[in-house]
């Protein structure tokens, strides 16, 4: 893995949007919540202190689509706003952030992915440019294409 400058402004942007919608959903499992597109891209800059917003609202709606077509999350409608409404995990995603995984290094061996993505999320956009957030991601990835 290369490092974090070497990695393109948009995987930066996915990364971070997908682990930021991973602890969205998951928070809310099995409720399915509502992604308004520019109401979460001005929360995100909020909590990311503007980092990086023009980023994000460039890449919310293919991250979103993204998610969707790899089964990774289910959307019950969506409209020309970028609004997307019903939005729920699948099993896949669920599983996949509540696998217990000891291949990332981490104080406790048996800590869930989602704990993994929290603590990433809690620094920032620091912690969006960093390699733990590929890492991260990166075996978020793999455990939900061997869930598939």
């Known amino acids: 893995m290369g490092a974090p400058s070497d990695t393109p402004g948009g995987v930066r942007a996915f990364n971070f949007l997908s682990l930021y919608l991973f602890q969205k959903l998951y928070d809310s499992f099995p409720e399915r ?5 520019i109401r979460t891209v001005i929360d995100i800059a909020i909590e990311t ?3 990086n917003e023009a980023e994000f609202g460039k890449n919310l709606t293919d991250t979103l689509e993204w998610l969707e ?7 019950r409608s969506k409209d020309l706003g970028g609004n ?3 939005v729920g995990l699948t099993l896949r995603g669920l599983s ?3 696998y217990v995984d000891t291949a990332l290094p981490s104080q406790d061996k048996k800590e869930p992915l989602i704990a993994k993505i929290r603590r990433v999320l809690g620094k ?3 912690g969006a440019a960093s390699d733990a957030v590929q890492a991260v991601m990166t075996k978020a990835l793999e455990l939900m294409i061997r869930h598939a």
Do not use: K, N, Q
């Open 33 to 37: 919540i509502d992604i308004r597109g």
């Open 49 to 51: 202190h503007g980092s």
């Open 69 to 75: 077509e790899e089964g990774f999350i289910r959307v």
């Open 84 to 86: 997307y409404h019903g």
């Open 96 to 98: 996949a952030l509540g």
């Open 124 to 126: 920032g956009m620091e």
